[in-house]
């Protein structure tokens, strides 16, 4: 059984598989008439599942006509999906920005799900037992460290 925000992500993922496209455009008020949500719950949907770190770019229009654009970043060149996830890293990283990135090297079978879990461990605040803005620095580091290396195999 999925949860709501599951089954609009599917739908959305879809919309890219029949299209044939790198760029899908819905509209928020559609959508929640569609799956019989409130138009907040596809803005959760589209900030958590479909972000850069996750591969993608979202452009928005509010009011009548409004829409929300989303455009695939080409990933299946491995190199250039690894370069843009670290132009996304600055000098420091969340572990849910973390957790992102993770998830779109698994969605795009740059790793495994047990080398998903491995860096997950490694980055988790559990592990790095350090005031926020020195963990966030070092979790930036640990990823700057290890995207060069999947890039790789």
């Not at 591969?55 to 229009?61: D, M, P, T």
Request: net charge negative; aromatic share 8%.
């Amino acid at each position: 059984m999925h949860n709501m925000s599951d089954i609009i992500e599917q739908y959305i993922k879809q919309l890219f598989e029949e299209a044939q496209a790198d760029v899908v455009e819905i509209q928020r008020a559609n959508i929640a008439e569609r799956f019989d949500c409130v138009p907040s719950q596809l803005n959760y949907v589209i900030k958590t599942r479909f972000t850069n770190e996750h591969g993608y770019e979202i452009e928005s229009k509010r009011g009548g006509g409004g829409y929300i654009r989303i455009t695939k970043i080409e990933t299946k060149d491995h190199a250039n999906y690894i370069k843009h996830l670290l132009s996304l890293i600055g000098t420091s990283l969340s572990q849910q920005q973390a957790y992102y990135i993770i998830d779109g090297l698994l969605e795009n079978d740059l790793i495994t799900e047990r080398e998903a879990k491995m860096i997950a461990a490694v980055i988790d605040r559990e592990t790095l037992k350090l005031d926020v803005a020195a963990r966030d620095i070092i979790r930036a580091n640990i990823m700057k460290r290890l995207l060069p290396v999947i890039n790789y195999y």
